[in-house]
């Protein structure tokens, strides 16, 4: 079991609720207020909040409160767990095939 495992189940989890992975994608290109972030979903305030608060808990993003308007950013590098995780899952057979595919493309002769 790797060394990061509550790390990576605190991301799935975070990440296995559609309306949660919605937010990461928006934060994904910068960062937003709270009700900017609120106005694609139908669901009250104190609900996104609480997806939110999932999120925050997770390690995925982190907030900033400046008087009463609340900034969330995409923490950088938040996704780096899952994506560790993802590369250990690789076959041999699909390391083996990149490292063909590396070959492949040094050693053949490039048309002109």
Not at 28 to 35: D, E, F, H, L, Q
Not at 40 to 67: D, I, R, W, Y
Not at 68 to 80: C, E, H, I, K, M
Request: contains cysteine; proline residues 7%; charged residues 25%.
């Amino acid at each position: 079991m790797p060394k990061y495992h509550d790390e990576l189940d605190a991301v799935l989890r975070a990440l296995a609720d559609p309306t949660r992975r919605a937010v990461v994608e928006r934060l994904a290109k910068a960062p937003a207020v709270v009700s900017e972030l609120a106005a694609p979903f139908s669901m009250a305030l104190p609900s996104l909040m609480q997806h939110l608060c999932v999120l925050e808990n997770a390690g995925l993003v982190t907030s900033q409160k400046h008087g009463r308007v609340r900034t969330v950013s995409l923490r950088p590098g938040a996704l780096d767990v899952l994506h560790l995780w993802l590369g250990e899952q690789r076959t041999p057979t699909e390391h083996q095939a990149d490292r063909l595919g590396i070959h492949m493309t040094r050693t053949t002769p490039k048309e002109t």
